[in-house]
């Protein structure tokens, strides 16, 4: 619309000078009339008089002609004038279609290039999501050290090729201008906390530690964007890991000082003990595509894609992004964003009536960094803290307190202390009377089978995995305080008090629905689902959803966008529009792929939130929890959690699960039988879905040659060609037939 106002303006200013040189056309001409009459007046009269001047005119035919010229030029100017406003006119018309014919084709491949990229985004994610499910399920049967390592080299590929989608997806949104972030009350501390338990595993795997820092005065609820500010840490916490090799990597959150019109700044670091970075190669940190140096990319892989992303985010957030770091001595990577606090703060109601207030703790814990974040979660429960990093030391402290009206109500050791261990150190407590009373929690980062029971016995009350999540921490704390008086029989038989045994207690059962079509990631989520202690029911299209809610009431709704007959949007849409409380009923997006239309429908809609396929179990967990349908802790040690059958009749690795096999003959044999109706009924939408569906889950039994054929069906489909099919029918069928003979041997 500027331009075109720019446009017309230039040629208004045109249409005026134009007038203006048809005036002073006038003027001349007028001035032209006048010396010519008097020259001829001169000449016939040998004067310049009235009676000259007149004669001149009656008599002289040629100055008629002079005369009109005045009349011509301000004729011509007008003229001159209407034209080339009418031109004018109809110029800006052109131009303005134009502009409106290419703000139209922008727009069209905007929305194309969106649309794409959401397909792609399922395209790809679907079959990931069989891979990394799969391998979980293989990974936790029972498998030779071969194979294990094997199952674990899928995952790690498949889990690498996500993120270099997701790595993709993510910039593509950031060049077109479609990143959005949304402003939602979420808790800072958790997400904090949640996003270093991600990857506690994988520090531990290389010998590292690491920690997590809060500050006490940090705000627990806030309104921002927790899913783009957990992938911001976690992207940096990632970096860290990778490029250190030995020490640790502590991750520090602080408010900073100041606040303003209800916002407040939050600045976090990571800093490790790595390989570091020369002030030469800090310069192309963030910058897309670009790694320090070539040989890194080398030797530790990387799209150089991460760092350009979390800088994108972090200013899209109103904040800003930096590095520390000397070469050899390990780096720091820094951000500060601006987040508003919310209107109202909710509060949880405490769970135990048990006050932690003023209760006096000891904390042995060899890692100063551990210790610190600890004893800084006391401090902010209002307890008195004392600390030590030495068993030895510890249990001095414990017989002065007990010798004084000052004992310790509480001591959290860790199991491996220096000098003296935690188990040692709460047996040598126990058995003195002085100091029999006191309340022992053991910690451990790396529990195993038989711990607990040995621990119950020896006289602990609590044993929980490091490191421990804030908002677990006041509830775990009350529940082995509430031990205190027990008698110690009574203690026994009660078991030690753990994340897993506190979630029991609390875990609400309520029924869940999932709706997905396909067989292979149904079985997937159900099997995930199972792992953490639920069960759901299945409703394989929209329509069956929408009947299964009308006669049954659910506390939760697992809804895949695309389905079959109807959309999971117009499932929702139906769902909603029923009577009575169950319109209500929280629904969960399940998608390897939205576009924005989708995206936004689904808001609209009131949808809770979205898991992105593929599911991983640990964000099930969090999905479930944050519904109010999941315990607020995750499994603890290994003791503490099921003790599953020592079945070794099965060996996955080699047999493939009978039950995944049985589900998958039937299905294809089914489907089948409905691509050949659809060929025959020359109904190709029909038979392109079937054969996408065939295509899909042959793959999960690396059935290449079904896989071929059902994918050449998929494709004529889609071109119209459904007279040529035939022969490739048979090859799908020959396929089926040779693949199902295999799979029900195996599994034999």
């Given amino acids: 619309m500027n331009q075109r106002q720019r446009l017309a303006e230039d040629l208004l200013l045109l249409r005026e000078r134009a007038s203006t040189y048809a005036l002073y056309g006038v003027y001349i001409a007028s001035a032209s009339v006048i010396i010519a009459t008097l020259l001829v007046s001169y000449v016939m009269v040998d004067a310049i008089t009235l009676d000259g001047i007149i004669l001149a005119q009656t008599s002289n035919i040629a100055l008629w002609t002079v005369d009109a010229m005045p009349f011509l030029f301000a004729m011509w100017g007008q003229y001159a004038s209407f034209r080339m406003a009418r031109e004018a006119n109809e110029f800006v018309q052109h131009k303005t279609q134009t502009l409106r014919e290419a703000l139209t084709q922008a727009n069209f491949t905007s929305k194309a290039k969106s649309d794409f990229f959401a397909k792609m985004s399922h395209e790809l994610r679907t079959p990931i999501n069989g891979i990394i499910g799969m391998s979980d399920l293989m990974l936790e049967s029972k498998l030779s050290d071969e194979q294990r390592r094997h199952a674990e080299i899928i995952k790690s590929s498949a889990s690498g090729l996500l993120t270099l989608i997701n790595d993709l997806l993510d910039f593509s949104k950031i060049e077109s201008g479609k990143l959005e972030l949304e402003e939602i009350e979420f808790d800072l501390r958790e997400c904090i906390e949640k996003s270093v338990a991600l990857l506690a595993q994988q520090a531990h795997m290389k010998g590292l530690t690491l920690t997590n820092l809060i500050q006490p005065d940090m705000p627990t609820r806030l309104l921002g964007d927790p899913g783009r500010l957990r992938q911001i840490i976690i992207n940096l916490l990632g970096n860290a890991i990778k490029f250190t090799h030995h020490g640790e990597i502590v991750l520090s959150a602080k408010k900073l000082p100041g606040e303003t019109a209800g916002r407040i700044q939050l600045h976090i670091e990571v800093a490790d003990t790595g390989i570091g970075i020369s002030s030469r190669d800090q310069a192309k940190l963030f910058q897309p595509y670009n790694q320090a140096k070539a040989s890194t990319t080398n030797r530790y892989g990387g799209t150089g894609l991460g760092l350009a992303i979390t800088k994108e985010l972090v200013e899209a957030m109103g904040g800003r992004i930096g590095v520390k770091s000397e070469e050899g001595k390990g780096s720091i990577f820094w951000f500060a964003i601006n987040l508003r606090k919310p209107a109202a703060v909710k509060t949880a109601p405490a769970s135990l009536q048990v006050s932690l207030k003023g209760l006096r703790v000891l904390v042995a814990e060899g890692n100063i960094p551990a210790r610190m974040s600890l004893v800084e979660q006391l401090k902010a429960l209002e307890m008195e803290v004392q600390s030590i990093g030495n068993g030895n030391a510890a249990l001095q402290m414990i017989r002065s307190a007990a010798d004084s009206s000052l004992r310790f109500d509480l001591v959290m050791v860790d199991m491996f202390l220096p000098n003296l261990s935690g188990e040692e150190l709460g047996r040598e407590v126990k058995s003195h009377a002085e100091m029999r009373n006191t309340v022992l929690v053991m910690m451990t980062s790396a529990g195993v089978r038989g711990d607990a029971q040995r621990l119950n016995q020896a006289g602990f009350a609590g044993y929980f995995g490091k490191p421990i999540p804030a908002e677990d921490l006041p ?110 009923t929280p629904i969960i997006v399940l998608t390897a792929g939205a576009t924005d239309d989708e995206i936004q429908r689904c808001r609209a809609l009131d949808v809770r939130d979205f898991l992105t396929k593929p599911v991983d179990t640990g964000v099930l967990a969090d999905t479930l929890k944050s519904a109010s349908l999941m315990p607020s802790a995750s499994p603890g040690p290994a003791d503490a959690e099921p003790v599953p059958s020592d079945d070794s009749s099965a060996d996955v690795a080699v047999n493939p699960d009978p039950k995944l096999v049985e589900i998958f003959v039937r299905e294809a044999t089914q489907r089948l039988v409905s691509l050949r109706q659809a060929f025959a009924a020359s109904d190709a939408q029909r038979a392109a879905r079937e054969a996408h569906t065939l295509k899909s889950s042959s793959a999960y039994f690396q059935a290449h040659a079904m896989h071929e054929a059902a994918e050449q069906l998929e494709k004529m489909a889609d071109d119209g060609q459904i007279g040529k099919a035939e022969s490739v029918l048979q090859e799908l069928e020959s396929a089926y037939a040779a693949l199902r003979a295999r799979l029900e041997r195996d599994s034999i």
Avoid at 481 to 496: D, N, P, S
Avoid at 526 to 540: H, K, Q, T
């Fill in 475 to 584: 509830e775990l704390l009350k529940a082995v305080m509430a031990t205190k008086g027990m008698e110690e029989q009574e203690r026994q038989r009660a078991g030690l008090v753990t994340k897993y045994t506190l979630a029991e207690k609390r875990k609400k059962h309520s029924r869940l629905l999932l709706v997905e079509d396909s067989p292979v990631n149904r079985e997937i989520m159900l099997n995930m689902l199972s792992r953490i202690g639920y069960a759901a029911d299945v409703a394989e299209n929209g329509r069956a959803a929408v009947e299964a809610v009308r006669h049954k009431s659910y506390g939760l709704i697992f809804m895949d966008l695309h389905l079959p007959d109807i959309s999971g949007v117009q499932a929702i849409e139906s769902i909603r529009a029923l009577s009575g409380t169950v319109a209500k």
